[in-house]
């Protein structure tokens, strides 16, 4: 966000603003936790591509498999 910005925001935004920042910058700075959330999150593995071919990539997400179900085009 830009200081112009910021500089027009009431001053309880202003605050808001910079509570943000601290929050998002201890976030950066602290790698363990953030090597933890992503090791959480559930994404699920990719779906396109041949099996084996995702699966030499790792991409196969918690699962082990990924079911597409087929289209059905009218």
Same mark, same amino acid.
């Not at 509570?19 to 363990?32: F, G, L, M, P, V």
């Not at 959480?40 to 699962?63: C, F, K, N, T």
């Given at each position: ?10 001053? =309880?935004?202003? %605050?808001? /603003? ?9 976030? %950066?700075?602290?790698? /363990?936790?953030?090597?933890?959330? +992503?090791?959480?999150?559930?994404? &699920? &593995?990719?779906?396109? &591509? =041949?099996?084996?071919?995702? +699966?030499?990539?790792?991409?196969? &997400?918690?699962?082990?498999?990924? %079911?597409? =179900? ?5």
């Amino acid at each position: 966000m830009t200081v112009r910005l910021r500089l027009r925001m009431t001053k =309880p935004h202003q %605050i808001e /603003a910079e509570d943000r920042d601290k929050q998002q910058s201890a976030w %950066i700075q602290n790698e /363990a936790q953030r090597w933890r959330e +992503a090791e959480d999150a559930d994404l &699920g &593995g990719r779906v396109s &591509g =041949p099996e084996d071919w995702r +699966a030499a990539r790792d991409e196969m &997400g918690q699962e082990q498999r990924v %079911i597409v =179900p087929s289209y059905r085009g009218e």
